[in-house]
């Protein structure tokens, strides 16, 4: 785990946004006693139950305390009484974020760097990873996930209840259809996908998943006994993901959104915000409450197309601009010795491994090797973030930027390949970002998809992008031809990162995975005894990481830089 003590630089405030008080729902669609869910006195008999809550494709723009037009008054409200993470990253999808979260690790150490794991592809996340789950397992945790795994599942040994976690219910592709839960990998290629441990759930078809699902979590609260064990639950939405489905009585209180993908992605939102209030209910009505830790995080940026909305950060799902890697994230708990505060501090996904583990009794041991840090001092009494940099990708096999090349790198690094970097104030991209545009919130009714191409959408003529993220969040101020000194010290450090990193593990697709040679669904289709044994070594050999590139000298250069220098606020 990393330890050492940084200094972090804080960023500037994006807006000053009010908080919306709409309750959606009515009496007959919850239980009781609402005002009770929000109780603040902490009791800490055991390690605390932990509920990590995260939700699919939800952008920045996408939750009442940032935004105008979606209503959440239930998370506006943990969030409030709680902490709100204002410079939280994840990953731009789905997978990456997901294996950084359960892992620890950047995906340069697991070799899950580019794109996703396809529905047919035989991998998923390396047997030699501790996972988070099984952590908690050692350390005396029930363990269960509910929801969206896309981890991989081409071999039985892929599957959540063999990676650490006790039960399992949800789908293991990366997008199902709400009610059918059918998933789609391409024409004709699809099948069922909705699993209760290592069985196909059939019969749970017809049943609007965000509802499922948190109807599972409150089943396991209500026969698990709170003062015997702790519990952490595991609870991944596949909500907000497209395709856009919601009970029609949630889209009505938006009928004034023009446009039809808003309305229906608001009403979605909404859906999942209900499901938070009966969980947090639930948490209470069963004695967790007092001592649990809540933690709510999104996965990737929003998704403009459908219906998503990170205004008035730049970018989209599946890019690096900070619209498809800053996201929503905060933590509600009694325990917290500070609340009812926004923090500015640097956490990433990667920080929750040792956070938790920490929280659970665990020590550097559990934790040894991970790029995580321990932020609930940082959370939880507002110290300083012990992080200080964040690497948020290196992708080797991503298209190559045209206009990239070493000697545009200045000898250090190709600036062809994708790739990026935050140090302090500072953030580097090199490559192909991906669309880089800034995107309102939409009010037309409805366009072709083709229009996107039309304004602005064109081929980047450059490779290299450098910003002062604190003073220019919206990155809209390109400074790498003023400062070429905060360029090199950064290219030096992907190069260093670079040099950790492990192979990229993205095999072809196995036409043996097809649902309709194993009984309509989609399920492991590689039996141990039809393939050798993995030599998950020789992808994933160690690195000697005592050599790492100077970082003292360069956490003080960046020191010494922020220091001197004003902040371009913009």
């Known amino acids: 785990m990393a330890t050492t003590a940084l200094t972090g630089f804080s960023m500037m405030s994006l807006l000053s946004l009010g908080y919306l008080t709409w309750d959606l729902m009515s009496p007959n669609q919850v239980e ?10 902490p009791q800490s008999h055991q390690p605390p139950h932990i509920i990590f809550i995260m939700t699919d494709d939800q952008g920045f723009n996408d939750i009442g305390y940032h935004s105008s037009d979606i209503k959440t008054p239930v998370l506006d409200k943990l969030a409030a009484d709680g902490v709100k993470l204002e410079n939280y990253y994840i990953q731009p999808i789905c997978t990456p974020s997901r294996s950084q ?24 996340l390396p047997f030699d990873q ?10 005396g945790y029930s363990t269960h996930m509910v929801g969206k795994w896309h981890l991989g599942f081409y071999k039985k040994e892929c599957l959540p209840t ?6 399992y219910f949800g789908s293991l592709t990366g997008s199902v259809n709400y009610y059918t839960y059918d998933s789609c990998d391409g024409p004709g290629m699809c099948g069922f996908d909705l699993h209760e441990g290592e069985s196909v759930a059939w019969d749970k078809k017809g049943k609007y998943s965000t509802r499922l699902y948190t109807h599972r979590v409150r089943r396991i609260l209500a026969t698990h006994d709170p003062q015997n064990q702790p519990l952490f639950i595991f609870l991944s939405f596949q909500a907000v993901h497209t395709p856009l489905q919601s009970p029609q009585e949630y889209i009505y209180p938006y009928r004034g959104l023009e446009n039809v993908a808003r309305r229906r992605y608001a009403a979605m939102v909404s859906v999942v915000d209900e499901a938070v209030r009966n969980i947090t209910y ?33 970018g989209r799902k599946g890019t690096y601009w900070e619209g498809g890697v800053r996201g929503l994230g905060f933590v509600h708990s009694p325990l917290l010795r500070r609340k009812r505060r926004v923090s500015k501090a640097l956490v990433h996904i990667t920080d929750w491994y040792p956070t938790l583990v920490g929280l659970a009794g665990g020590n550097e041991s559990h934790t040894k090797g991970v790029d995580g840090y321990d932020v609930w001092q940082t959370i939880s009494e507002g110290k300083e973030s012990p992080r200080f940099e964040i690497l948020h990708n290196i992708d080797p096999l991503y298209n190559r930027a045209r206009c990239g090349s070493l000697q545009k790198g200045y000898g250090i690094w190709d600036t062809a390949i994708q790739a990026s970097i935050r140090a302090g104030d500072w953030k580097l991209l090199t490559g192909d970002p991906g669309y880089g545009d800034w995107t309102p919130a939409p ?19 450059k490779s290299l992008w450098l910003f002062n993220i604190s003073g220019d969040p919206f990155e809209r101020l390109d400074l790498s031809e003023q400062r070429p000194d905060v360029v090199k010290e950064l290219l030096a450090r992907l190069v260093y990162y670079n040099r950790t990193a492990v192979p990229v593990r993205y095999p072809s697709e196995d036409p043996q995975a097809d649902p309709q040679l194993n009984g309509g669904a989609w399920v492991p289709w590689v039996g141990d005894e039809d393939e050798e044994e993995d030599s998950w070594d ?29 902040s371009n606020r913009i």
Not at 162 to 167: A, C, I, N, S, V
Not at 549 to 559: A, C, D, E, N, T
């Open 443 to 461: 009010v037309l009714p409805g366009f072709p998809n083709s229009w996107w191409n039309l304004e602005r959408h064109t081929q980047p003529r």
């Open 162 to 167: 063999r990676r650490g976690f006790d039960t």
């Open 538 to 566: 020789r992808f994933y050999q160690k690195k000697d990481r005592k050599s790492k590139l100077k970082l003292s000298k360069s956490r003080s250069f960046f020191r010494r830089l922020n220091t001197r220098m004003m």
């Open 282 to 314: 639930a948490l209470r009505k069963y004695g967790y409450y007092q001592n649990s830790v809540i933690i709510f995080s999104t996965d990737n940026g929003g998704q403009p197309l459908s219906g998503g909305n990170n205004w008035p950060l730049r």
């Open 101 to 124: 979260f359960i892992t620890g690790r950047y995906q340069i150490h697991t070799g899950l760097q580019h794109s996703i794991i396809r529905p047919r592809q035989p991998n998923c």
């Open 32 to 41: 009781n006693e609402p005002d009770q869910i929000f109780g603040d006195r």
């Open 130 to 139: 501790v996972t988070l789950p099984q952590r908690l397992q050692e350390l």
